[in-house]
Structure formats: structure tokens, C-alpha cells
């Protein structure tokens, strides 16, 4: 499920072919989105999130093979937690093909476009009302695997985008970070452009 295709008047770039995150730049507008990949693409991506998957698998087979759940029948509970586990693992790669997010900072707002939840696809928060961005890597509570996430005033945390790695979240954070800075910037400048004014977010 996409989100729609990317503006002719942006143009798009990412930190390297490989990346996952779009990011774009027009008149007093700036994007952010996933990239829409094939299935097979994905897979190939998190080929080493697939290959743990197999070993749980392959785990599980080979206790229920050895026929030592005869004896021990609580080993019944270790193959179902092999198989769970390598089902999650499966499962981290199907949402990364079909959680796809586009993120529009633009008149004082940022709107966050995901069409795969069912309620509320659309979420939309004023800028003035973000407190901090982060990313999975550099927070310990922060657990959604190189997504981004916004913190806003009234306690909600929207999370979205999926980085491929570290290198590439960093490069997002910045660029997230800057565009808010800079449209938080422009309403403090220019204040008739919205009824009330709150604290920025934090610039470290």
C-alpha cells in the first residue's frame, strides 16, 4: 500500500541508492517518505533478519525431529518459542514492506500520512507543539528499530519512517530536526501566521 506519488516539483533525495527514507525540498515545503519496494526487495534488505528467522525455525524441526518431546514433553514450550520468534522475524520484514509513511512539514504543521492504519491515517500536529525527535538508536526508550518518532506537548508519540541502518537514521534525525527548527523559526519571525506561540523544540 503506497502513499501516493512523489511531488513533480520536489526533487527527492536519499543518503545513498541503498536507503530506504526519501527526503525533498520545494517552495516552503519539505517531505519525507518511505520508499515504495517490491516484496522481494525487502526481504533482500533484511536478508540477516530473514536468515535468524530460519535458525528459530530450523531449531524448533530438529528438537521436534530428535524426538525428545516423547520424554520431555516441556520441550513442547521451547518449539513454540522458536516458532514465535522466527514468525516475529518474518513479520519485522512484511512491515517494512507495507508500513510505508510520508511525512509533510509545510504552513506550520507537520501531517503524517500512513495509509496502513485502519483509524486515523492522517495525523496532523502543529510544530510548535513538538518537544523532541528521536530515533531508535540513540534512546533507551525508544524501541521501534531505526523508525523516527516526534514527542509531542500533550504526552503523544507518533512514530514513523524505517531507516535501514544507523548511518541513514542519523542523516534523517538531522534533516527532521532542521526542517521543524526552521519552520518553528519562521512562525516565531513571523507571528500573525498563527494565533499563539509555544516553547520550540530542542536544538541539541
Given amino acids: 500500500m503506497g502513499v501516493g506519488p512523489p ?26 517518505r518511505d520508499k515504495l519496494i517490491p516484496l522481494w526487495e525487502a526481504a533482500l534488505d533484511c536478508w540477516s533478519v530473514l536468515a535468524m528467522g ?20 516441556g520441550f513442547m514450550l521451547l518449539i513454540g518459542l522458536f516458532i514465535a520468534l522466527g514468525c516475529l522475524c518474518v ?4 512491515h517494512r514492506w507495507w508500513a510505508l509513511s510520508f511525512v509533510r512539514i509545510r504552513d506550520g504543521k507537520m ?10 491515517r492522517v495525523r496532523e500536529c502543529k510544530v510548535m507543539d513538538i518537544m523532541s525527535v528521536q530515533t531508535s538508536f540513540d534512546s533507551t526508550t525508544f524501541h521501534s528499530l531505526f523508525s523516527m518518532g516526534v514527542w509531542l506537548r500533550d504526552g503523544t508519540k507518533v512514530t514513523f ?4 541502518d544507523t548511518a541513514e537514521a542519523k542523516w534523517v534525525l538531522n534533516l527532521l530536526k532542521e526542517a521543524i527548527l526552521e519552520e518553528q523559526r519562521r512562525l516565531i519571525l513571523h507571528p500573525q501566521t498563527v494565533r499563539s506561540l509555544n516553547t520550540p523544540i530542542d536544538s541539541q
Avoid at 111 to 120: C, E, L, T
Fill in 161 to 164: 519512517l524505517r531507516c535501514r
Fill in 54 to 73: 530460519e535458525i528459530q525455525f530450523g531449531l524448533a524441526y530438529i528438537i521436534y525431529q530428535s524426538g525428545i518431546i516423547d520424554e520431555e514433553p
Fill in 111 to 120: 501531517s503524517i500520512h500512513q495509509p496502513f492504519r485502519r483509524h486515523q
Fill in 91 to 94: 513479520l519485522f520484514v512484511l
Fill in 7 to 32: 511531488s513533480p516539483n520536489i526533487n527527492y533525495i536519499t543518503l545513498s541508492d541503498t536507503n530506504w527514507v526519501l527526503y525533498g525540498r520545494g517552495e516552503g515545503v519539505v517531505e519525507f
